[in-house]
C-alpha cells in the first residue's frame, strides 16, 4: 500500500502491516487505517504513526518504558472485544508524543507525552485503540533513567 504523508512522503507499506482503529482516534474519527513507521537511520525508540487515510495525521509513539514510566490500566470487555484480543502479550501499549512548541520554562521544554489517553494496538490482529482513562485510576511507577 502506497501512503502519502506530509511529513515522511510517499511511504509503501505492506497490507497486512497497516493497523486498524475501528472508531478512529479522539478528533479524528476519520482517519481508521494508520502504520506505525520510523524515518530511516533513526533509531526505533519512537514511531511515526502515519494514517493512511489522511496525508496530515501523523502522530510520533513511543512505549511508556523508554520514557521511564510503567503503568498498568484495564480495558473493558468491550475494549477487549473490538481489539479481538485474547492473548495478553499481544498487547501493545504506546503513548503519543509531542515536541513543546512553547517553551515557557526551563521545566517545560521538551518533549509531551500523552499518558491519559494510551494506544492500545493488538499487534497479531492489527487493530488498535485510544484508551481515554478519565481519572487516574491505573498503577504508575516511575524509574530513573541511568
Known sequence: ??????????????????????????????SKRFAMVHEEGSGTSVFMLQSADDPAVTFSITVPENLGINYEFSLTDAEAEMLALVRPEDALVAIIVRKDDEVRSPASAGLKANFMAPLVINVAARRGLQKIISKLGCDVTLRAQS
Open 1 to 30: 500500500m502506497r501512503i502519502e504523508s506530509h511529513t515522511l512522503g510517499t511511504i509503501e507499506v505492506a497490507d497486512d502491516k497497516v493497523i486498524e482503529f475501528p472508531e478512529g482516534l479522539p478528533g479524528f474519527e476519520g
